[in-house]
């Protein structure tokens, strides 16, 4: 039987693990390495819809996910986390965008680890979210250092629903309320024109706002610094 997670003190030695990993050769290596470890694995899932599928019905103690899964690998963590809140989610992710690790944690994530590691400190890093330690690759900590000193993240409560906000994006949607353009938000952040439109595009998208002007009006009405 599938154990469930430590309760009362007493600790299980064989954590369930989904695996959710569109890349299969990958995804053999790590069932084969966790289950060398003592690990059950108790499905695997090669998109983000059959990864939350999968997590609501077998309600494994982990969920190891890449989260550039086809159909939205990102978005399936706080889905995932609603559906099967006892479920830890792990990032397991060849992704070290600053924004996608802060996201990731701030939708549910327990975790975030990147792709290379070995199976042996794969396999401890997952032992110590089991035990309540969340893991994450060193190398992502600076990242991590930086978007608190800029900020937590926002959230935003629009008439469409609640919006959740990275501190870069949030930062982004401000210096747009002050009309500046892309170049000079560029300029103030000390990255590309490119960068920028990436990040107005993502900013517009979580907002459902058609245009740059459709998003100032919606950060001016329910937006606070």
């Not at 800029?150 to 008439?159: C, E």
């Not at 501190?167 to 024109?193: F, H, K, N, Y």
Request: proline fraction near 6%.
């Amino acid at each position: 039987m599938v154990s469930g997670r430590p309760t009362g003190g007493m600790e299980f030695e064989h954590p369930s693990v989904l695996i959710a990993d569109d890349d299969i050769p990958h995804r053999r290596a790590v069932r084969e390495a966790l289950e060398a470890d003592g690990f059950v694995i108790v499905g695997e899932a090669s998109d983000a819809a059959a990864a939350i599928g999968a997590a609501t019905r077998l309600r494994p103690d982990i969920c190891l996910i890449e989260i550039e899964l086809p159909l939205e690998g990102l978005n399936a963590i706080g889905r995932i986390d609603k559906a099967s809140p006892e479920t830890m989610v792990v990032v397991l992710s060849r992704s070290d965008h600053s924004e996608n690790v802060v996201t990731a944690f701030a939708r549910g994530a327990s975790g975030y680890l990147l792709k290379g590691i070995s199976g042996e400190r794969l396999a401890a890093a997952l032992r110590g979210a089991y035990r309540g330690e969340p893991p994450v690759s060193r190398s992502l900590v600076p990242y991590l250092v930086d978007e608190i000193r800029r900020g937590s993240v926002r959230r935003l409560t629009l008439p469409a629903g609640p919006v959740t906000l990275t501190p870069r994006e949030w930062e982004v949607g401000q210096l747009l309320r002050e009309g500046r353009s892309t170049t000079e938000i560029a300029d103030a952040l000390g990255v590309s024109p490119i960068t920028v439109r990436r990040h107005v595009g993502l900013l517009l998208n979580k907002l459902g706002a058609k245009n740059r002007e459709a998003a100032v009006e919606l950060l001016r009405a329910y937006g606070r610094r």
